[in-house]
């Protein structure tokens, strides 16, 4: 798979009615934000959307929102992690997220179900540790499993 063919941007206003496209495809109907609902929700919550596209198909997407964690100390959030049907399976989802979190170093988390296996594997090859195993209190965040990045790895 030749990567570099796959160009990781951040979204403008243009592109959301693709990105609402994309999450309605990859996490179904009670996740049909409308465009302007996330463009609201994003400027709300100081949010970014990075989108990874293929020529002009959008394949994958994440978005990053600057949040603190239970101690105060500043984290990044990262929701909407997709990669389109037909793309998943080739290392993607991984090639996009270290575009992303190559960016900053700092503390990265995330949350994700128990039961999705394959979300769960790619988050720890990059190096993403559960709570527990971090020793921290899991948060309250709808039942989701949290996972943590730590900077300077
Ligand atoms: C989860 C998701 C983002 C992963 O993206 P992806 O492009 O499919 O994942 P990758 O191909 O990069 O795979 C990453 C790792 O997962 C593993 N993996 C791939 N296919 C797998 C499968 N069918 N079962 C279990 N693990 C698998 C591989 O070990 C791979 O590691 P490797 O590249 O070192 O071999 C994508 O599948 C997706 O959009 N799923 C639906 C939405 C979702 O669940 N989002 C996450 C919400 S928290």
Not at 42 to 71: I, R
Request: glycine share 8%; charged share 20%; net charge neutral.
């Amino acid at each position: 798979m030749d990567y570099s063919k796959f160009i990781v941007k951040e979204a403008s206003s243009q592109d959301l009615q693709l990105f609402s496209d994309l999450c309605l495809l990859v996490f179904g109907q009670g996740y049909n934000w409308p465009p302007e609902l996330f463009e609201k929700w994003m400027k709300t919550q100081n949010a970014h959307l990075y989108l990874m596209w293929y020529k002009t198909q959008l394949v994958g997407s994440v978005m990053t929102c600057p949040q603190f964690d239970a101690e105060g100390k500043p984290i990044i959030y990262l929701y909407w992690v997709a990669i389109s049907p037909l793309y998943q399976g080739q290392g993607l989802g991984k090639h996009l997220l270290q575009k992303v979190i190559s960016q900053e170093d700092t503390v990265w988390e995330l949350g994700v179900d128990e039961t999705n296996l394959r979300a769960r594997r790619l988050y720890e090859k990059l190096g993403f540790v559960p709570y527990e195993t971090l020793g921290l209190q899991p948060s309250v965040r709808s039942g989701a499993k949290q996972y943590r990045l730590q900077p300077n790895r």
